[in-house]
């Protein structure tokens, strides 16, 4: 599943600054799903998308976050104005149809450090 | 909504050791299960899934699984560990009306000392 790139590995960003986490699936992948794992706990979904279109929304916080799924190019998590309760590691996994008991695969993730 | 727990933050053994990894989830549907496995620096790699059908599942590198509907468990165990089974090990429940939504365990970092 090395397939899912994701990029920056490792941000660092100071409070108040914005953060852009991105995501390319697998190839032949439409279906985009984020989680994000704070420290000493799972992963919790934030927000899953199909191109151009969020499907499900209901793990992102009400402020600040917003993600998208355009036509062309990766899928893009953004953070406006970073709180040091940011700081986590995010994880895109994609799969190919979105149907029922599909498997989802990850990236390796993205490490964001708010100072 | 659905909640996972597992029952180790951290497991050490030795090679050649059996390991058995707890998983409770609470949900009152009918669930899809999954372990996940993330080696150091890597990404995280599905180990076994269980759908339906025989409730115990086996997977990769050795692993197996064995879902208890009635104590909504899915134990992970491996007969012998090797040092390359250092990893962080994840279980992850989905509901099958809602089955794109993971909810994960705070995961089980396993150190195998050669």
């Known amino acids: 599943n090395a397939g899912v790139m994701q990029n920056p590995r490792h941000l660092v960003r100071r409070r108040g600054q914005e953060a852009r986490l991105r995501c390319s699936p697998m190839k032949g992948h439409s279906h985009v799903y984020w989680y994000r794992q704070l420290p000493e706990e799972g992963l919790k979904f934030m927000v899953y998308l199909q191109k151009e279109n969020i499907i499900d929304e209901s793990g992102m916080p009400k402020e600040r976050f917003s993600a998208e799924f355009p036509k062309e190019g990766p899928s893009i998590l953004r953070i406006q104005q970073v709180v040091r309760g940011d700081s986590a590691a995010y994880f895109c996994?994609?799969?190919?149809?979105?149907?029922?008991?599909?498997?989802?695969?990850f990236g390796p993730g993205t490490r964001l450090l708010v100072l | 909504a659905q909640s996972v727990s597992q029952h180790n933050h951290h497991v050490i053994l030795s090679e050649a050791a059996s390991l058995e990894l707890g998983c409770n989830y609470s949900y009152g549907g009918t669930v899809n299960l999954f372990w996940y496995v993330q080696y150091p620096g890597q990404h995280l790699q599905l180990l076994l899934k269980?759908?339906?059908?025989?409730?115990l599942v086996k997977g990769i590198k050795g692993f197996e699984a064995e879902f208890i509907k009635s104590k909504f468990s899915f134990n992970l165990r491996k007969p012998s560990v090797q040092w390359s089974d250092t990893a962080e090990y994840f279980c992850?429940?989905?509901?099958?009306?809602?089955?794109?939504?993971?909810?994960f365990g705070a995961g089980t970092t396993v150190t195998v000392r050669a």
């Open positions: 269980y759908f339906s059908g025989d409730p």
């Open positions: 996994a994609s799969s190919p149809r979105g149907t029922t008991q599909e498997t989802q695969y």
């Open positions: 992850a429940v989905n509901p099958r009306s809602n089955d794109y939504k993971l909810s």
